[in-house]
């Protein structure tokens, strides 16, 4: 039983390291699919898929807050990146809403556009850091298992 429910808790791991890795390689993968097209493209880069894909990487920090707690290796930064993901991309929506750059009050310019991209790139830089994480945790895991 002990061996099912390592292999379990690697299974966890593995699955959320993957959907936390999804939401930053999709906007690349896509960009170089269309440089790759035929005739080439413009450069394009959808910066705010990340936060489109929010439900794909809340399901992986989960998947990683499971496998964490059930192996009991690296709590604390899993925990922390799944707590400060939302906190982030909910500030980022919340200054779109209240410096009028969500209704078009204002023009997407200057300060507020500048508060936006820099809550934006640190929410996308929470979800890279628990992406990461969630490889080390594999590893960790992957090692445990062999010991053991």
């Known amino acids: ?60 920090g989960l998947l990683l807050a499971w496998a964490s707690l059930r192996g009991r290796l ?5 925990l922390a990146g799944l707590a400060a993901m939302p906190l982030l991309l909910g500030a980022a929506l919340a200054s779109a809403r209240l410096t009028g750059l969500a209704d078009g009050t204002n023009e997407a310019t200057g300060w507020r556009m500048t508060l936006l991209l820099a809550l934006l790139g640190l929410y996308a830089a929470t979800i890279l850091a628990l992406a990461i994480v969630g490889l080390l945790l594999t590893r960790d895991l992957l090692k445990a298992k062999r010991a053991g």
């Open 1 to 60: 039983m002990r061996e099912r429910a390592a292999i379990f808790t690697l299974v966890l791991s593995l699955s959320g390291t993957i959907l936390a890795w999804l939401p930053l390689l999709a906007p690349l993968a896509f960009m170089a699919m269309r440089l790759a097209g035929p005739g080439g493209g413009d450069f394009l880069l959808d910066y705010l898929m990340p936060a489109e894909l929010f439900p794909v990487a809340l399901a992986g």
């Open 74 to 78: 690296r709590r604390l930064p899993v």
